[in-house]
């Protein structure tokens, strides 16, 4: 069992309230999800510059003058904010492909959460609302977002075993559910050269999307074969920079309530998490179909 | 009527209350404010109360009823009417999946859609949903009605007894050992006397009754394969 919960703003003037929003519905989904929470929330665009999140577990040492670092070896402006043991980093959007191999080298222990124009990705161990405060997630900005509490089932309750999921630059997966296949796709994507960190299905299952949308998929395109290849329970729920799409297996039994506004389309695994919304009392409710990929655009 | 404010008193608060309605007493009607999604809303009643929830309910509302009749003004989660002896649930939005698992008595009523599994392992309730159903309805099936007036999603009836099942939409498909059964007067009869209860406008001779073919009751070596 794990606790999904997404909100993708239609109307501009509720963006301020982006994080705010999004943190009372995590809270409302502790009970599915007490081990770890996470939070992938869209900013604001900055033209030509780009943000990465990164990690740390010993974050006082490894956040000192990163920013000053960096931005030597990029040549480059670079700036850093710090979250608790969080950090984004802003740099020229030209730079995004080295930074990685730049950042192994200045700080090895380093993990980085997301990479993009606009995404961030908070996540650690923890009752959802001591993550939320930890990062001070209801003060977050922005166009939508995606929440996760996680019970876990598949492997070990760890930061990098919460959600949500990178799969490459702007792009995010949350799951709710359990992969039976994950060992067998773990070694195939291995074969293809696709490195996964953890033992956590969901990582090979945003591994997988990864794959297929650096083999020439769209992210609808990989989703539907996603509906082939990945055996097991799942309801997913994934971010891009201007999109917001929901897939649940064939046999749907992992929860999915959808309400949709002139204001917003939000997600929860039960309508709990969505009644703190404005104006879901004339919402249009419902639940998604089984193996249909929905997808919102800006 | 009674009112009962969920959010400011409590699901405890809420069952100990209902509970506690003595057979002599004359305040059996309830309303059930500020549902908000609640869990488990008036669960194990046993006393013919009337109570309405505003707002719609998460899982297992109105849970192993007995006499109740339970009416929510709203959508209604998953497992709702799970196990229900008798009574009456009338749900006015959809209903999630799962809806009258294991139900052996009573009736449920859902006028938007149900989802997937609607009646699973239904043991004698009748169920009349005004709108379609999802997958997997009335999955092992072993006595009681299924009446859908919109259409039905895949494997309608797998591996069912003898539940009946009565149809006016279209059927996506039949699961194993379901099949189209013919409508006698006696089903008609049925129909017009639920299809009133269930206060719905619909004409009994426009639906098509399902049901086992019993093929699958007994072992016979020939299914080895798909045992």
């Known amino acids: 069992m794990c606790g999904i919960v997404g909100l993708f703003l239609k109307d501009k003037s509720l963006e301020p309230r982006l994080g705010e929003l999004l943190t009372d519905m995590l809270i409302t989904m502790t009970d599915r999800g007490p081990d770890s929470a996470g939070i992938a929330v869209y900013g604001n665009d900055n033209e030509g510059r780009a943000k990465l999140t990164v990690q740390s577990s010993a974050p006082d040492a490894d956040f000192s003058d990163l920013d000053r670092d960096l931005g030597k070896a990029l040549d480059a402006s670079v700036s850093i904010r710090v979250k608790d043991t969080h950090a984004v980093l802003d740099l020229p959007e030209d730079k995004l492909p080295q930074v990685r191999a730049v950042l192994r080298e200045l700080r090895p222990d380093l993990r980085i959460m997301s990479a993009g124009e606009t995404i961030e990705i908070y996540k650690e161990v923890g009752l959802p609302e001591d993550v939320a405060k930890r990062f001070d997630i209801s003060a977050l900005t922005g166009t939508h977002g995606i929440g996760h509490t996680r019970m876990a089932t598949e492997s070990a309750v760890t930061t990098l075993g919460a959600h949500p999921f990178s799969t490459g630059a702007d792009q995010c997966l949350v799951h709710n559910g359990s992969l039976s296949n994950h060992n067998s796709l773990r070694r195939e994507l291995a074969r293809h050269g696709v490195e996964v960190e953890t033992l956590n299905d969901t990582e090979v299952a945003a591994a997988y999307l990864t794959w297929k949308m650096q083999t020439g998929s769209t992210l609808g395109e990989a989703l539907e074969s996603g509906l082939d290849d990945l055996d097991g329970f799942y309801t997913f729920v994934v971010g891009t920079k201007d999109g917001f799409g929901v897939v649940r297996d064939p046999i749907a039994c992992k929860p999915a309530v959808m309400a949709e506004t002139d204001q917003y389309v939000a997600f929860g695994s039960e309508y709990r998490a969505l009644v703190g919304l404005p104006g879901i009392e004339d919402a249009r409710v419902w639940e998604p179909e089984p193996a249909t990929v929905y997808f919102w655009k800006h | ?227």
């Open chain 2, 1 to 227: 009527m009674q009112t009962f404010d969920l959010e400011e008193k409590g699901l405890r608060a809420l069952h100990e209350t209902l509970r506690s309605v003595g057979p002599d007493s004359n305040e059996t009607a309830w309303e059930v404010v500020n549902a908000k999604g609640s869990h488990a809303i008036a669960v194990g009643l046993d006393a013919p109360l009337d109570v309405t929830v505003r707002g719609s309910t998460g899982y297992y509302c109105g849970g192993m009823n007995k006499q109740a009749t339970i009416r929510v003004d709203g959508s209604a989660g998953p497992g709702t009417g799970e196990n229900m002896m008798s009574g009456k649930i009338v749900i006015e939005g959809d209903a999630s999946q799962y809806l009258g698992a294991t139900a052996h008595g009573g009736l449920i009523v859902v006028k938007g859609n149900a989802s997937s599994r609607c009646g699973i392992s239904m043991k004698g309730v009748d169920i009349v949903v005004h709108g379609n159903v999802g997958h997997m309805a009335a999955f092992m099936g072993q006595s009681g009605n299924l009446v859908v007036l919109g259409d039905a999603g895949d494997a309608l009836g797998d591996s069912c007894y003898e539940a009946r099942f009565f149809v006016r939409g279209k059927v996506k498909s039949l699961g194993a050992d379901c099949e189209q059964k013919e409508m006698r007067p006696e089903h008609i009869e049925f129909l017009k006397a639920i299809l009133a209860e269930a206060e719905c406008d619909a004409s009994p001779e426009e639906f098509t009754r399902y049901g086992s073919a019993r093929k699958l009751y007994n072992f016979d070596i020939d299914n080895a394969s798909a045992y």
